[in-house]
């Protein structure tokens, strides 16, 4: 058992999703030519977990009258985490993150500012302003480019940042309109599907285009069908939430939790690429972030 104030840190930080923190920074890494060997990389990581884990903290500290209110039980409201030294050690998480990125690990200076100032604008808005959906996406597509902004060909690799973001902001959105039952037009749910989608559509494409597809029929080398299991283990990994979803109430909770362990599956259909070893070894995290969100939870 761990000690009630860890549980707490570990609680208010939503640690079980740190892992996607990881994959999000490797993968950027890889796409712009980055060697996985390369001791840089891990400065990289420890700045993508410090930003991650500040802006968390931060944004249970910018929600605490509204926690007050309706979720008594978090671990601020509560009386579990002091809300100043919540205040303190978000920001200086952030902080710390920024130097590390930029003196250590290479990354734009104007990639990781802006990294940040999505974190706390998300952090201060998310609560009165609906389209701040957009600006959590932005922190995923950010953090995927600032792990890729040490390499000089990171320009080329926008697309799967953009793509990691759509995902996000699928997500949100079709967590939301569930909750909010036959408010949203269907329109709006097909948008929103659409984005969850988006990765494992564009996938398909890549895959199944003229030019790599030639060796199958060629030569029969079937291993560069490989990535069509890691494009089935995504579809069939939205599938399945979303119809959890529809059941409304506590399943919605559920469903948001298996789509947020999915994040690893979207950084390894872009992994794929260049790793299949490693594209695997991504999609095996799902499962084991799920156990993990049993213990402390994803939301």
Not at 119 to 146: S, T
Not at 229 to 249: E, N, P, S, Y
Request: charged share 15%; proline share 4%.
């Amino acid at each position: 058992m761990l000690p009630k104030k860890l549980r707490a840190w570990l609680e208010v930080a939503r640690i079980s999703n740190l892992p996607t923190v990881w994959t999000n920074v490797t993968a950027g890494w890889l796409l712009a030519g980055g060697a996985l060997e390369n001791p840089t990389l891990l400065w990289m990581l420890l700045a993508g977990s410090l930003l991650y884990t500040g802006g968390m903290i931060l944004n249970d500290a910018a929600d605490v009258k509204f926690d007050r209110a309706h979720r008594k039980e978090r671990p601020i409201p509560s009386g579990r985490v002091s809300v100043k030294l919540a205040w303190s050690v978000g920001l200086g998480m952030l902080a710390a993150g920024w130097f590390i990125a930029i003196y250590l690990g290479g990354a734009s200076q104007l990639i990781t500012t802006a990294l940040i100032g999505c974190i706390l604008f998300y952090d201060f808005y998310h609560k009165p302003w609906a389209g701040a959906v957009w600006i959590m996406g932005m922190c995923r597509v950010l953090l995927f480019l600032m792990a890729a902004s040490g390499e000089d060909r990171w320009r080329f690799y926008v697309e799967p940042a953009l793509l990691l973001g759509a995902y996000i902001v699928g997500l949100t959105m079709v967590a939301r309109m569930e909750a909010k039952g036959a408010a949203a037009s269907r329109i709006q749910s097909f948008f929103a599907r659409g984005l969850l989608y988006s990765p494992g559509v564009l996938a398909a494409a890549l895959l199944f285009s003229g030019e790599r597809l030639k060796p199958v029929f060629i030569v029969g080398d079937l291993t560069l069908l490989a990535p069509l299991l890691l494009i089935l283990a995504f579809a069939a990994m939205v599938t399945i939430a979303t119809r959890i979803m529809k059941q409304g109430g506590p399943a919605i909770g559920r469903a948001v939790g298996i789509l947020l362990a999915g994040i690893v599956l979207v950084d390894a259909l872009a992994v794929s690429q260049v790793s299949l070893p490693l594209a695997f070894g991504f999609a095996a995290l799902a499962p084991l972030l799920r156990l993990w969100q049993r213990w402390i939870a994803a939301t």
